[in-house]
């Protein structure tokens, strides 16, 4: 789920779509799965009150043309679902990195939580309506008995799927939309801290249960989901733990203050003696007016020739201002060169260094 996957060519609404490596095992399995079994789906729909002759969508390659087109119609349902959170979570300004769609469903990844109170309710529960509304527009088509054959048992397979997508994701659990509307409507009496230690609370429960009667009636599959719901709480919930740690906090407060800085006039053996006794990571370099130009690594030093002049091993330099919110600073440090960034003041001035190193210093000294 880390953007590894295969891109989609087009984006809707703007959306990137990546599709998991997992997929290429997953929609072939489908499809079997849905072509093994026509003539009991049949059945199904029929106790539903859509009568379709087995007869015909049983016979030659029809099976597997139907299961083929049923799981792709399946993962196109799970991506209008994403795109349900997404288009609401932009009401929101809140944009979404890109949806990507694996074995056990989809996933919108959003930048940011929605921080208006309540409306990672609403973000969460548009999923389960849009997918609900997708069940009832195929069930209405249906009635009308335009429909007939393998499009009618394709639409029909995707009425029941799209309502249980709904009601699965209804679950009280967090990462699922239920969990979110729990927690959010738990943060509007109870502040954000205890809405997510009881909503963590609870997911646990229900992933418990969810896995237990998957092991009871061996649905291998249920018990994966549950397994998955359970490692995906908890994370969810110490990331948003981490979050709160941060709010209103600025970059000064966890920054290393007075970084041992160079000029860029050194020769790498200069650089290299100052090391000896003054050992950092890295070494910011700073022009003659004081303004940085880039990093030097200490572990780019060793190599190369003594009098080689340090503009060769300059790595570019990603700056922050020093009151600038640390939970943003945070975010572009997982992406900067050199895994730190150069804290500055308003008038350019270098004042501190932020590694990665700093910020988890800063929380156990916060947690301790
Ligand atoms: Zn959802």
Not at 152 to 176: E, I, Q, R
Not at 232 to 248: M, N
């Amino acid at each position: 789920m880390t953007g590894r996957g295969w891109r989609l060519p087009f984006r809707p609404f703007g959306v990137p779509v990546e599709l998991d490596p997992t997929f290429a095992l997953i929609l072939p399995l489908f499809a079997w799965l849905i072509g093994s079994q026509v003539a009991g789906f049949a059945e199904l729909f029929a106790q539903l009150g859509v009568d379709l002759d087995p007869a015909p969508l049983s016979t030659g390659a029809a099976p597997w043309l139907l299961g083929a087109s049923a799981a792709i119609g399946l993962f196109a349902s799970v991506l209008v679902h994403e795109l349900g959170h997404a288009i609401v979570a932009r009401v929101y300004g809140v944009r979404t990195q890109r949806i990507t769609l694996w074995f056990l469903g989809g996933v919108a990844q959003l930048d940011d939580v929605p921080r208006k109170r309540g409306a990672e309710a609403i973000v969460a529960i548009v999923g389960p309506i849009t997918s609900g509304a997708l069940s009832l527009l195929l069930w209405t088509l249906l009635r009308s008995d335009l429909f007939g054959g393998g499009v009618a048992f394709v639409m029909a397979y995707l009425a029941v799927t799209n309502a249980g997508l709904a009601l699965f994701n209804l679950l009280p659990a967090l990462p699922l939309d239920g969990g979110r509307v729990l927690r959010s409507l738990l943060a509007l009496p109870l502040g954000d801290a205890r809405a997510t230690r009881v909503a963590g609370a609870v997911s646990r429960v229900v992933a418990i249960a969810l896995g237990v009667y998957g092991f009871l009636t061996l649905q291998v599959f249920l018990l994966a989901i549950a397994f998955f719901v359970d490692a995906a709480g908890r994370a969810e919930v110490a990331a948003s733990q981490a979050r709160r740690a941060f709010e209103g906090r600025r970059v000064r407060e966890a920054m290393t203050p007075d970084p041992v800085a160079v000029d860029l006039g050194w020769s790498l053996e200069q650089l290299r003696r100052l090391r000896a006794f003054r050992s950092h990571t890295a070494y910011p370099v700073l022009d003659v007016d004081g303004a940085p130009i880039g990093w030097i690594r200490a572990s780019d030093l060793d190599a190369g020739d003594g009098e080689a002049p340090l503009a060769d091993l300059l790595r570019p330099v990603e700056t922050v201002g020093a009151d600038e919110d640390l939970e943003t600073a945070v975010r572009r440090l997982a992406a900067a060169d050199a895994g730190r960034l150069l804290v500055v003041e308003r008038d350019g001035r270098v004042v501190g260094v932020l590694a990665k190193a700093d910020v988890v210093r800063w929380l156990q000294q916060r947690a301790g």
